[in-house]
């Protein structure tokens, strides 16, 4: 029988076909899960491996924990103001804990919300950023401020996987190294952020031209959109996207509990003040900042623009300012007495109103504002109105007054160059009652100095009416001939050969024959014409008569002159020793005349000029320190009771002379000078001082020629002289110079003490037995009778 199967056994199951597809399934899966294995194993070896070899190849970044980035060269007065700054890179250096809680707390909104709590890579950052990729988040970026401080400050911005190997391990490398404030620190300090602003404390004066420490939240958001593209985020060229990030970082910063939500509606409220013309808080000073930087440059060669060096000098802020406004309001009020030149250029004014407006910009662009002279585009012109277009689409009127200095322009019959119509580029300016009115840019330049004559420490300078105009700086550099400012060195040559200020000389006629000056005759002139015969020299100084000084000149000689004014530190070979030389024929710089008065303010010392007390870096270590010089025999350029009788002159010159308004308008009496104008007014000058503060100030045309024939240093330089002296010596007591041992007060007049006791009579030229008066001799001298005066001088000097 068929044997019969076990009665608990199955018979055997065939396999199914679902069955075996998901047993090759599973299979499969396995064996792809261990390809990845594989494969992720092979990968982190390789990465490994690449890791090991990068490693050592890394930077030394030992260097950060003393961050040093590039820093520009600073230029301050001597309280603080900043005057020049020179780098290819704006930075001011901030530690972390000087820059405010609300810049960082904006940076870290937009930039690292998680940068205290990440170890230099943000993993739930990249994940983020990952699904922002794929449209399922907004767009944010998975780069932490430790990467990229490791981008900026050490590698390029190649997009490589190379350089992304490098920018992780930097990465490790700076967090292991270094602390979260250190790296934010450098982060907020190196970062560009347009307009050559590297670093936050750096955008803050770029931007708001305040410094970061008076940030808002509102200023704070504009800056920390700037990172991620600072041409497109700029506030100046891109306000709307500017705007527009700014209120996106607002949100952030309240989204990550940095600001309330009051406080973040009103920071979207804010109207903020985007700086867009001059720094005009900073100090004018542009000529003394160059000479500056030239000095550093000198010392420091190309580390002068990247060591963060700062410079202090002798310049006071309150008297350079005071110096710039005078010196401007000079040359334009001179401006304005002169015929007008016309547009500086015609543009067509196209019909399309979005197209107007970017021909007027452009055109503005090219011409752009020169301080307070402000460009403007025409858009009607008539002989009683002129309407115009400044910056901003800023619309202007000018009418009444304002239209004068352009008179010849508005005319039907001026020349087209000339004539003022819709499309004319031309200059504007506000005048003291707040109404516009037409003006020119200058043609004529000028200079100004003023310095402490008792140590030479230079407290003012200005080089000419514009440094980006002309740069050449007139107070050191311009040579000119000083016409009758130059006269008291040649009575201060005169009083050492025995003249006084009561000695008497003719204001007569000369004339010089061709024998005698060795070329053309010569017949000197007074400057109104007139001769007034016979009077003393302190009234011949203080009337500027030039035959007196002539004859002067010719007592005292050419050549002892020429000696005698090496003393004040003049050149000899600049002044020739002919009779011209009494009419200031020879060439100085300003800088020379301000040394050379400064020996009358001193007593007879001459001093150096100097500006820099000290140089120190980033970090405030001085490098270099100068003190000023105290006054020493060894500086004696003239007799002491010389330089006070020649200040009682000049002072006579400020009082009743051809400088009279000086004392007149500044209502102090210790104040002394001397007018000048050389011939056909090409040059004018007053230079003077008051104990304490030499000033001078010279006018005129870079290419010589005439300013006019009624423009006088009177009229022209001195003027800018009073205009600074109000702000310079507001608050300084009077003082009046003590008389030195060796000069006698007689009737009010100042004399050499041997002169009166042995010599004095015979200085006035009053007797016949006393010995050879001074002018005897000169050609063209006239011995004068006693007049009363005379008489009762000699009777003093007798009792």
Same mark, same amino acid.
């Given at each position: 029988?068929?044997?019969?199967?076990?009665?608990?056994?199955?018979?055997?199951?065939?396999?199914?076909?679902?069955?075996?597809?998901?047993?090759?399934?599973?299979?499969?899966?396995?064996?792809?899960?261990?390809?990845?294995?594989?494969?992720?194993?092979?990968?982190?070896?390789?990465?490994?491996?690449?890791?090991?070899?990068?490693?050592?190849?890394?930077?030394?970044?030992?260097?950060?924990?003393?961050?040093?980035?590039?820093?520009?060269?600073?230029?301050?007065?001597?309280?603080?103001?900043?005057?020049?700054?020179?780098?290819?890179?704006?930075?001011?250096?901030?530690?972390?804990?000087?820059?405010?809680?609300?810049?960082?707390?904006?940076?870290?909104?937009?930039?690292?919300?998680?940068?205290?709590?990440?170890?230099?890579?943000?993993?739930?950052?990249?994940?983020?950023?990952?699904?922002?990729?794929?449209?399922?988040?907004?767009?944010?970026?998975?780069?932490?401020?430790?990467?990229?401080?490791?981008?900026?400050?050490?590698?390029?911005?190649?997009?490589?996987?190379?350089?992304?190997?490098?920018?992780?391990?930097?990465?490790?490398?700076?967090?292991?190294?270094?602390?979260?404030?250190?790296?934010?620190?450098?982060?907020?300090?190196?970062?560009?952020?347009?307009?050559?602003?590297?670093?936050?404390?750096?955008?803050?004066?770029?931007?708001?031209?305040?410094?970061?420490?008076?940030?808002?939240?509102?200023?704070?958001?504009?800056?920390?959109?700037?990172?991620?593209?600072?041409? $497109?985020?700029?506030?100046?060229?891109?306000?709307?996207?500017?705007?527009?990030?700014?209120?996106?970082?607002?949100?952030?910063?309240?989204?990550?509990?940095?600001?309330?939500?009051?406080?973040?509606?009103?920071?979207?409220?804010?109207?903020?003040?985007?700086?867009?013309?001059?720094?005009?808080?900073?100090?004018?000073?542009?000529?003394? $900042?160059?000479?500056?930087?030239?000095?550093?440059?000198?010392?420091?060669?190309?580390?002068?623009?990247?060591?963060?060096?700062?410079?202090?000098?002798?310049?006071?802020?309150?008297?350079?300012?005071?110096?710039?406004?005078?010196?401007?309001?000079?040359?334009?009020?001179?401006?304005?007495?002169?015929?007008?030149?016309?547009?500086?250029?015609?543009?067509?004014?196209?019909?399309?109103?979005?197209?107007?407006?970017?021909?007027?910009?452009?055109?503005?662009?090219?011409?752009?504002?020169?301080?307070?002279?402000?460009?403007?585009?025409?858009?009607?012109?008539?002989?009683?109105?002129?309407?115009?277009?400044?910056?901003?689409?800023?619309?202007?009127?000018?009418?009444?007054?304002?239209?004068?200095?352009?008179?010849?322009?508005?005319?039907?019959?001026?020349?087209?160059?000339?004539?003022?119509?819709?499309?004319?580029?031309?200059?504007?300016?506000?005048?003291?009652?707040?109404?516009?009115?037409?003006?020119?840019?200058?043609?004529?330049?000028?200079?100004?100095?003023?310095?402490?004559?008792?140590?030479?420490?230079?407290?003012?300078?200005?080089?000419?009416?514009?440094?980006?105009?002309?740069?050449?700086?007139?107070?050191?550099?311009?040579?000119?001939?000083?016409?009758?400012?130059?006269?008291?060195?040649?009575?201060?040559?005169?009083?050492?050969?025995?003249?006084?200020?009561?000695?008497?000389?003719?204001?007569?006629?000369?004339?010089?024959?061709?024998?005698?000056?060795?070329?053309?005759?010569?017949?000197?002139?007074?400057?109104?014409?007139?001769?007034?015969?016979?009077?003393?020299?302190?009234?011949?100084?203080?009337?500027?008569?030039?035959?007196?000084?002539?004859?002067?000149?010719?007592?005292?000689?050419?050549?002892?002159?020429?000696?005698?004014?090496?003393?004040?530190?003049?050149?000899?070979?600049?002044?020739?020793?002919?009779?011209?030389?009494?009419?200031?024929?020879?060439?100085?710089?300003?800088?020379?005349?301000?040394?050379?008065?400064?020996?009358?303010?001193?007593?007879?010392?001459?001093?150096?000029?100097?500006?820099?007390?000290?140089?120190?870096?980033?970090?405030?270590?001085?490098?270099?320190?100068?003190?000023?010089?105290?006054?020493?025999?060894?500086?004696?350029?003239?007799?002491?009771?010389?330089?006070?009788?020649?200040?009682?002159?000049?002072?006579?010159?400020?009082?009743?002379?051809?400088?009279?308004?000086?004392?007149?308008?500044?209502?102090?009496?210790?104040?002394?000078?001397?007018?000048?104008?050389?011939?056909?007014?090409?040059?004018?000058?007053?230079?003077?001082?008051?104990?304490?503060?030499?000033?001078?100030?010279?006018?005129?045309?870079?290419?010589?020629?005439?300013?006019?024939?009624?423009?006088?240093?009177?009229?022209?330089?001195?003027?800018?002289?009073?205009?600074?002296?109000?702000?310079?010596?507001?608050?300084?007591?009077?003082?009046?110079?003590?008389?030195?041992?060796?000069?006698?007060?007689?009737?009010?007049?100042?004399?050499?003490?041997?002169?009166?006791?042995?010599?004095?009579?015979?200085?006035?030229?009053?007797?016949?037995?006393?010995?050879?008066?001074?002018?005897?001799?000169?050609?063209?001298?006239?011995?004068?009778?006693?007049?009363?005066?005379?008489?009762?001088?000699?009777?003093?000097?007798?009792?």
């Amino acid at each position: 029988m068929p044997q019969q199967p076990h009665p608990k056994e199955s018979p055997p199951a065939s396999v199914s076909p679902g069955s075996s597809w998901h047993l090759r399934l599973l299979r499969l899966l396995l064996w792809c899960a261990g390809l990845a294995l594989a494969s992720i194993a092979a990968l982190a070896l390789l990465v490994a491996v690449a890791l090991a070899a990068a490693y050592p190849n890394l930077p030394d970044i030992s260097d950060l924990s003393d961050y040093r980035p590039k820093l520009p060269l600073r230029v301050f007065t001597s309280d603080g103001a900043l005057m020049g700054e020179f780098g290819e890179e704006r930075r001011n250096l901030t530690p972390i804990s000087d820059i405010p809680k609300v810049m960082k707390d904006a940076v870290l909104s937009i930039e690292d919300a998680r940068f205290y709590r990440h170890g230099g890579v943000d993993y739930l950052g990249v994940v983020r950023a990952g699904l922002a990729n794929m449209g399922r988040l907004k767009s944010q970026g998975a780069s932490t401020i430790t990467m990229q401080v490791a981008r900026n400050v050490y590698l390029s911005s190649e997009k490589t996987y190379t350089r992304k190997i490098y920018e992780i391990l930097l990465t490790f490398k700076l967090e292991h190294l270094l602390t979260k404030d250190q790296i934010l620190e450098i982060y907020m300090n190196q970062i560009f952020l347009g307009n050559r602003a590297y670093g936050f404390a750096a955008a803050s004066e770029a931007y708001f031209g305040k410094p970061l420490k008076g940030i808002t939240v509102a200023e704070a958001a504009m800056l920390a959109g700037l990172p991620k593209a600072p041409s $497109a985020y700029n506030p100046i060229n891109n306000p709307k996207r500017a705007r527009s990030r700014q209120l996106y970082i607002i949100e952030r910063m309240e989204e990550n509990g940095f600001i309330t939500p009051a406080q973040a509606e009103a920071a979207k409220m804010e109207e903020l003040k985007i700086k867009t013309g001059p720094d005009n808080s900073r100090v004018h000073a542009e000529y003394v $900042a160059e000479t500056v930087r030239q000095l550093i440059h000198a010392q420091y060669g190309d580390e002068t623009y990247t060591r963060g060096l700062n410079v202090y000098t002798t310049l006071k802020a309150e008297e350079q300012g005071a110096a710039y406004r005078a010196m401007r309001m000079g040359i334009m009020n001179y401006e304005r007495r002169q015929i007008y030149r016309g547009p500086e250029r015609f543009i067509d004014l196209p019909a399309d109103p979005k197209e107007l407006e970017e021909a007027i910009d452009d055109a503005l662009t090219e011409h752009p504002d020169n301080g307070d002279v402000l460009s403007a585009v025409v858009m009607q012109a008539t002989p009683k109105k002129i309407v115009a277009i400044r910056q901003n689409s800023e619309t202007i009127e000018i009418t009444g007054e304002g239209l004068k200095p352009a008179q010849s322009g508005l005319s039907d019959k001026a020349a087209p160059k000339i004539r003022i119509r819709p499309g004319a580029v031309i200059r504007v300016a506000l005048t003291p009652k707040n109404t516009w009115e037409i003006t020119q840019l200058p043609e004529i330049e000028g200079a100004f100095v003023a310095l402490d004559p008792r140590d030479g420490a230079i407290r003012a300078l200005v080089g000419g009416f514009d440094f980006n105009k002309n740069k050449f700086n007139h107070v050191i550099q311009a040579w000119r001939q000083p016409g009758s400012s130059f006269k008291p060195f040649i009575y201060s040559a005169a009083l050492e050969k025995g003249f006084t200020p009561l000695t008497v000389v003719n204001d007569a006629p000369l004339f010089f024959d061709a024998g005698v000056t060795g070329g053309q005759p010569w017949e000197p002139k007074n400057y109104d014409g007139k001769f007034e015969g016979p009077m003393p020299l302190h009234t011949a100084l203080a009337k500027s008569k030039n035959m007196v000084s002539i004859r002067i000149l010719q007592a005292v000689g050419a050549q002892n002159a020429q000696e005698w004014i090496t003393r004040f530190g003049f050149e000899a070979e600049k002044h020739p020793p002919y009779l011209t030389m009494a009419l200031g024929a020879g060439s100085v710089t300003p800088m020379q005349m301000a040394t050379a008065y400064s020996v009358f303010a001193n007593g007879g010392y001459r001093i150096n000029p100097w500006l820099i007390t000290r140089v120190s870096d980033q970090k405030g270590k001085i490098l270099i320190e100068s003190q000023p010089p105290f006054l020493n025999e060894s500086m004696r350029a003239i007799d002491a009771r010389n330089a006070f009788i020649m200040s009682r002159l000049l002072q006579e010159v400020a009082r009743s002379g051809t400088a009279a308004k000086a004392q007149a308008t500044l209502k102090r009496t210790d104040l002394h000078g001397k007018t000048g104008t050389t011939n056909d007014s090409i040059d004018t000058w007053f230079a003077g001082y008051q104990p304490t503060l030499t000033a001078v100030v010279w006018m005129g045309y870079d290419t010589p020629r005439s300013l006019g024939d009624r423009e006088t240093g009177g009229g022209l330089s001195l003027p800018v002289w009073i205009s600074f002296m109000e702000t310079a010596l507001r608050g300084v007591p009077v003082k009046e110079l003590a008389a030195p041992e060796g000069v006698v007060n007689v009737a009010g007049e100042w004399f050499f003490d041997e002169f009166v006791q042995s010599a004095g009579v015979r200085s006035l030229g009053l007797e016949e037995k006393a010995a050879p008066n001074p002018l005897s001799g000169t050609p063209g001298v006239q011995e004068l009778p006693p007049t009363d005066e005379r008489k009762r001088i000699l009777d003093l000097f007798k009792d």
